[in-house]
């Protein structure tokens, strides 16, 4: 695998090595913000854009025996790892596991008590989100709920790493994707205009910091070595200035130099915006 950590959709960094790494680097404040979104026993939720599945053993176990989860992905390997955690038993609910597209989902108006998507949106540009929140809508039960977790990536550090090259970098390509009205892996603080252009009523945003300082677990070690490699390409692709660069790329050449360092520390923001569909 290259170190775009690329699937079959062409997405960048959404196969299941990377998701379940960065999964586990910040398992704590991701799960504390699917339980922020208030999913009851027996309730029917759609995880839309599953990905590798690490949401989807809590859903099950907050919905319950009497509950059921949906999860659907675009790309059928990470379905295909989803697939395996059932056959474990890590999950505790019926579970409908699907292939298909945020964009045209596979079911019907007001299935759902609560929809949940994390980091889909910055793949779509605006127009596609826009139509996605509308599929949202679609399939939530009236009185039902929306959640949409993302990153705001204009705020990632990894200590002593200059912050600003970071803020460069981002800064960058937030100029190319508005050529191509691509939301981003920025537009965790963005997203409430979607939900109230979808007629959602009841917004409600909270962000959360994911903050590790040394010393680095193995799993989290894999995280940001992969990180730094795909990072240091980005850069190089998209033009970022050449001292810049060389500071990316002699970071990701010898990742342990600065993940051994006393003083590292990763910080990550993300933001959920919840919704709900009138009664």
């Excluded at 409908?96 to 793949?123: E, H, I, K, M």
């Excluded at 009841?202 to 894999?222: C, G, K, M, N």
Aim: contains cysteine; hydrophobic residues 45%; proline residues 5%.
């Amino acid at each position: 695998m290259s170190d775009t950590r690329m699937t079959s959709t062409g997405h960048a960094v959404s196969d299941a090595p990377w998701l379940d790494l960065h999964f586990w680097t910040a398992r704590a404040e991701y799960e504390e913000a699917l339980r922020f979104v208030g999913i009851e026993p027996a309730w029917t939720v759609l995880d839309a854009g599953c990905g590798s599945g690490g949401y989807v053993p809590l859903l099950c176990e907050l919905v319950g025996s009497e509950g059921q989860v949906a999860a659907l992905d675009l790309a059928p390997e990470n379905v295909a790892h989803v697939e395996r955690l059932v056959h474990e038993g890590h999950c505790a609910a019926s579970l409908d596991l699907r292939v298909g597209s945020v964009l045209d989902l596979p079911f019907a108006d007001a299935t759902f008590d609560c929809v949940w998507c994390a980091n889909v949106a910055q793949y779509l540009a605006e127009t596609e989100f826009a139509h996605a929140m509308a599929e949202f809508r679609r399939v939530t039960k009236p009185g039902g709920l929306v959640a949409v977790k993302d990153t705001d990536g204009t705020l990632l550090q990894l200590l002593p790493l200059d912050p600003e090259i970071w803020a460069r970098h981002v800064a960058l390509r937030r100029a190319k994707a508005a050529e191509t009205g691509i939301l981003g892996s920025w537009c965790g603080s963005s997203l409430a205009r979607f939900f109230r252009q979808a007629g959602l009523t009841d917004i409600v945003r909270r962000s959360w910091l994911v903050e590790r300082w040394a010393p680095v677990p193995p799993y989290a070690r894999q995280f940001h070595a992969m990180g730094l490699r795909y990072h240091a390409k980005l850069a190089a692709e998209n033009g970022l200035s050449p001292s810049d660069c060389a500071a990316l790329a002699a970071a990701a050449a010898d990742p342990d130099r600065l993940l051994d360092d006393p003083d590292f520390c990763f910080r990550e923001v993300f933001v959920v915006t919840m919704g709900q569909v009138p009664a």
